[in-house]
Structures are given as C-alpha cells and as structure tokens.
C-alpha cells in the first residue's frame, strides 16, 4: 500500500483523514484506486482529458511527478505520495 | 482598438518624472492605470477596463500599502518598538512587503509560510533580510496562521504582529491610497471596481472610499471558485478562517473563478497585452470581463496585486509542455 497524504480542502472526501492509504502501480493507477475508494476525489485532482490539474502538485517521497514520469510514474508499497495544491492565500 | 501611434504616444517627458526621494518607503503607491484594449472579449466599446497595475510598488506588489500602514500604525501605538521583532504569516507579498519596510526602518522581520510558496517569494524575502519559518502546505494559509499564533503565543513580549488579516490598518492603507489614486486617475469616471480577495483589505478599503464619492460605484469581488485552487494569495472564503476585517455586506457582488481559467487569462494578457502578471490577476481579470460583459457604458477599474516574474517558477509555468509555459 502506498501512504497518500490529503491536503485539507480535499478531506471532504476522505472523511476528514489527512491521511489515506491506496494501491497502484502507478501514479494514475493510485488516482483510480482513490476515486474507487472516495468518490470525487478524482475529478479534483485530474481535469477532463486525465491529466493532473496544472494547479495540482503531486509528490512521490518528496519528488515533483511533473520532473520524475507524470501520471506514469512508478510506485511501490511503502512510497509516500502527497496531494499538494499551489495555494497560500491571504498573501 | 487604439491605433499604434495612439499606443507608442508617450506621455511622459524626461523632463516630467519627480525628483528624488528620501527612501523606498516614499515609492509606495501611486501606481499606474493602463487601459487594457485587446483582452475584451465582446465588451462594448464604450465600457473602458482599466487595470491597476501594483507590480510598480518597490516591493513588487499592492501589499507594500498595508505593510507600510500597518507598521506605521504600531508605532504610532507604541505597540512596536526598537528590540522588537515584526511577526506574521503571509503566503508571500505581505512578507516581502512587511521584509522591505522592515528593512527599511531598521527592523528585524520573521514570517510564517506555506513551504508550498514559490521559490522566487522566498528567495526574495531572504534578500531583504527577513527569517521565515515554513508551515505545512498541507494545511495551506490557515496552516501558516495557526503556527504563527503559537510562535507569538510563546514569545509574546518579543513580537510585533501587524496581523493583517485583522487589522483594520490594511483596510485603511487603501481607504486611505488606492481609492483616491483610482479616483483621481479616472478622474471620477469609475463605476465598477473589481479586485481579488486575500484578506479582503483591498476590497474593503477601496471600496469604501470609492462608494463615499459615489454611491453607485460597484464593488465586485473575485475569489476562487473552490476551496482547492491554485491561485496563489487568494482566499476561498467559505472554506476558510474569515479575517476579521473581510465584511462581505459590502460587497455588491463575488464572483467565483476557476484556477485554470485564471491562469489562461495570465497567458493572454502576456501576449495580447504586454502585461505578465501574477495568478490573482489572471483572476481579477476574468471577472472584470464577466462584469464589463453585462455592460453598455462603464469604466471598470481592475486590480492587479502583482507582476508575474516572481512565480515563473511555479505550475503556472513549469512542466506543462504545450500550455502557456516552458517544458523545463
């Protein structure tokens, strides 16, 4: 299993857990294996064509997938993988 | 559309420009007014947008006025003074604001941020001095608020906190600036005035004093359209901690924006325009032009927080291939 960190605005769909676990081989097989377990989760974080949002950042052990493979980036048991919006607010 | 000499007309001599000034905290405000004449998309040809343009303050951004204010204020108040430290949390422009005059006046800053925030806006606070503490991007700017109170919490006699979100200086400093530059520069002509939403300051403020000289001005807010976006410095309010000084009765309208609606207008107005702005002002004009739309005759005056250079490391640019940025 593959730990998923969850940022706060998207815990609506978790329940309230920052924190999930999922399965995938995959960066894009995960996202489908989340959307099973929380539907709506998807659509947050791929847009209509499947692709990551561009404001959406997702982190394996700390790597930016937009550098490493995208959605098709590796995974394997044990990896950490984080949901990150390019948010601040308030300036 | 303005012919090209109409455009090239230069209507500042050499001669013209003001003389020197004792320090950057007297380039403060005074920005420019540019009047936007390709991204109109159907707009009546009499309805004017024009964009206010807050990348010309010396600390690159619209919170160079509240961060000015509010320092002011504290030490008028006596509630800051030499031995202490200014302390807050800031997404960015507040902390390179808060971290120029800071400097400026010889006091030592410290900022709380989301380690979400891009590089150039932690780069920058660092080259004027300031100590930042990084918050969890998990928990975006709420996060960076709650650690910033614990911080103050624990060292309260230490710390200067202008807090931003809740002083009604940050309101005032535009109250006070930006409302009677707008007026002026428009010459009383204004009858929209439509800006994006941080900790409602700007809004407020300008609003206030726009509505004081003219009871039909409209004041519309944009904010994201989603409590998960990307439009860095903006707030969602509904799914936020509201800031004190945020009264949306004031509002005559808000709009919602898409992130990705925000950025794409960032690309036009590069192209089109010859503005690169930041995130919130591809915001802010998508929502001048949903507010321009429904008009016959107008002038709506937008404002644009920020240019767009300090977040050219950021999504909106980097990695997307075919979209508006490099491949890098």
Known sequence: MVQVKVPTPLRKYTGGAGGVEAQGATVAALVDD???????????????????????????????????????????????????PAIAGGR | MLSARAVLARPISPSAGPLAVPSALQLIGNTPLVEIRRVRDGVAPGVRI??????????????????????EDGLARGRLVP??????????????????VGAALGYPVELVMPSNVSKERKRTVAAFGAKVVYSDPLEGSDGAIRLCRKILAENPDRY??????????????HYETTGPEIWRQTEGAITHFVATIGTGGTIMGTGRYLKEQNRSVQVIAAEPADAFHGIEGLKHMASSIVPGIYHEEELDRKLGIDTEDAYDMVYR?????????????????????????ALGEGTVVVLFPDFGDRYLSTNMWVGWGKLGGTTS
């Open chain 1, 34 to 84: 989340l959307e099973r377990r929380y539907p709506g989760l998807k659509e947050r974080i791929c847009d209509e064509s499947g692709q990551v949002r561009r404001f959406v950042n997702i982190f394996v052990n700390g790597e930016d997938i937009r550098f490493l493979a995208h959605l098709d980036t590796p995974l394997k048991a044990g990896d950490e993988l984080s949901i990150v």
């Open chain 2, 50 to 71: 024009l964009g206010k343009l807050e990348g010309f303050n010396p600390g690159g951004s619209v919170k160079d006025r509240p961060a000015l204010k509010m320092i």
């Open chain 2, 83 to 100: 031995g202490k430290t200014i302390l807050d949390s800031t997404s960015g422009n507040t902390g390179i604001a808060l971290a120029m």
């Open chain 2, 160 to 173: 200067f906190k202008p807090d931003q979100y809740n002083n009604e200086a940050n309101s005032l400093a």
């Open chain 2, 269 to 293: 107005l590069g192209r089109e325009e010859g503005l690169v702005l930041g995130q919130s002002s591809g915001a802010a004009q998508v929502a001048a032009l949903e507010v321009a739309r």
